[in-house]
C-alpha cells in the first residue's frame, strides 16, 4: 500500500524568500505524485503532477517539484514566496502504469505561511 | 461548468441527528470521491465510486456511514446516527474515466459540526 510523509505541519517563510516542502512516499509499484493546493474555505486544487518522463514537473503559480527514486521524494519549491502563497499543500501518491484510475493517498499536508 | 456542488456548506446538529451531505460531480466524470479532513487524521478517503457503483469503501469508519450514488449526477453520504468525532471538513471529488491526467475535481466541502 501506498502512503506519504510530509516532513513539517507549518513552514513559515518571508516574502521573497525560497519555498521548500518536503515530501516522501511509499509505493511497491512505479508512483503517480502529486501537490495540491488548498486555499482557506476551499477545496483542492492539482498544482502539479509526475507520472513519467521528466522527474522535474512545473505547476501552476512557479511551483516545481522533482521526483527522486533513489531517495523516495517528490519535494516542492519555490524559487521566491509570495504573500498569495499562503496556503495548505497536500502531497499524494496513487499507483503507476496500467491499472485504471487509481485513488490517491495524501499525506497530512504543510501549511506554508508567508511573512511581509 | 460548474465544477463539483456540495452542499451544505456548513452542517450544524446535534449528537445522535442523522446527517445528509450531498454532491453534484462534475457533467462526464464517472469517478466520484468522498473524502474526510481533520486536524488529527488530514485528508482521508472514505470511499469511491465507479458508474455510480461503490468500489472501494474501506475508508467508512463505521457502519454509521454510508453513502450512494443512485445516480451520475449526485451523491451522498449519510452518517446515522451522528456523534461529536464525526466533527470535520467532508469533500466531494470526481474525475474522468480512463485520463492519464488522474486530476481530481474538488468541491469547496461541507464543514459538519456535531454537538
Known amino acids: 500500500a501506498q502512503s506519504v510523509t510530509q516532513l513539517g505541519s507549518h513552514v513559515s517563510v518571508s516574502e521573497g524568500a525560497l519555498v521548500l516542502l518536503r515530501c516522501n512516499y511509499s509505493s511497491s509499484v512505479p508512483p503517480y505524485l502529486f501537490w495540491y493546493v488548498q486555499y482557506p474555505n476551499q477545496g483542492l486544487q492539482l498544482l502539479l503532477k509526475y507520472t513519467t518522463g521528466a522527474t522535474l514537473v512545473k505547476g501552476i503559480n512557479g511551483f516545481e517539484a522533482e521526483f527522486k527514486k533513489s531517495e523516495t521524494s517528490f519535494h516542492l519549491t519555490k524559487p521566491s514566496a509570495h504573500m498569495s502563497d499562503a496556503a495548505e499543500y497536500f502531497c499524494a501518491v496513487s499507483e503507476g502504469v496500467n491499472t485504471g484510475f487509481q485513488k490517491l493517498v495524501f499525506g497530512t499536508g504543510t501549511r506554508l505561511l508567508v511573512s511581509p | 461548468d460548474a465544477g463539483v456542488i456540495q452542499s451544505p456548506r456548513h452542517e450544524v446538529t446535534e449528537m445522535g441527528q442523522e446527517v445528509t451531505l450531498r454532491c453534484k460531480p462534475i457533467?462526464?466524470?464517472?469517478?466520484l470521491f468522498w473524502y474526510r479532513q481533520t486536524m488529527m487524521r488530514g485528508l482521508e478517503l472514505l470511499i469511491y465510486f465507479n458508474n455510480n457503483v461503490p468500489i472501494d469503501d474501506s475508508g467508512m469508519p463505521e457502519d454509521r456511514f454510508s453513502a450512494k450514488m443512485p445516480n451520475a449526477s449526485f451523491s451522498t453520504l449519510k452518517i446515522q446516527p451522528s456523534e461529536p468525532r464525526d466533527s470535520a471538513v467532508y469533500f466531494c471529488?470526481?474525475?474522468?474515466?480512463?485520463?492519464?491526467?488522474?486530476?481530481?475535481?474538488f468541491g469547496s466541502g461541507t464543514q459538519l459540526s456535531v454537538l
Open positions: 457533467s462526464g466524470h464517472d469517478y
Open positions: 471529488a470526481s474525475s474522468r474515466r480512463h485520463t492519464t491526467n488522474e486530476k481530481l475535481f
